[in-house]
């Protein structure tokens, strides 16, 4: 087995691009207790790659891919609807489904360029957490994983010969 950890970035200090130190804290405290992976890849937005080196993994890869789900995409559902309403509008097969598909293929290739046993850390956008991992396991029940993923929440996914075979929604306790 081979597992894709796919996460939210961390907090950022909105409109900048940046983690604040908020975010910079969440990351560090997540990144204590996840790892080690084989590869760590990011969207190249700052706050992406940010949160993967305050987590403490330095970044293999960036791709494009992981950065925006596009106009089309963001017209069809808000990236915070809950991951029953992702499954809903990836099932009909518009942008959302187009997009959807194509992140499950970028993470297959990620998974299949893994050795046996092998982690990859993705950290990625919300929304495309949300369409990847329904695409990657389209026959799951999507109302039992729940609301969509916060900031350094995601999902791991294990792959299998060629496929995803399970996943686990990674949810992250909040500092009082």
């Known amino acids: 087995m081979r597992y894709v950890e796919v996460r939210r970035h961390s907090i950022r200090a909105k409109p900048g691009q940046h983690l604040s130190q908020a975010g910079i804290n969440l990351a560090r405290r997540v990144g204590s207790s996840i790892g080690p992976f084989h590869r760590v890849v990011t969207s190249p937005l700052p706050r992406a790659f940010e949160t993967a080196i305050a987590m403490g993994f330095a970044v293999n890869e960036q791709f494009d891919q992981l950065s925006e789900m596009g ?91 060629d496929a995803f075979t399970e996943a686990e929604i990674l949810r992250v306790e909040r500092s009082k």
């Open 71 to 161: 106009g089309d995409v963001s017209a069809e559902l808000h990236w915070a609807a809950g991951l029953a309403e992702f499954a809903r509008v990836v099932t009909q097969g518009t942008a959302t489904g187009r997009f959807a598909r194509a992140q499950a293929e970028l993470w297959r290739s990620i998974a299949r360029s893994l050795p046996d046993g092998g982690r990859a850390l993705v950290i990625t956008h919300g929304g495309i957490i949300e369409a990847g991992a329904v695409a990657c396991l389209p026959e799951a029940d999507h109302s039992a994983w729940g609301p969509a993923c916060d900031y350094c929440e995601g999902v791991r996914l294990g792959f299998s010969g």
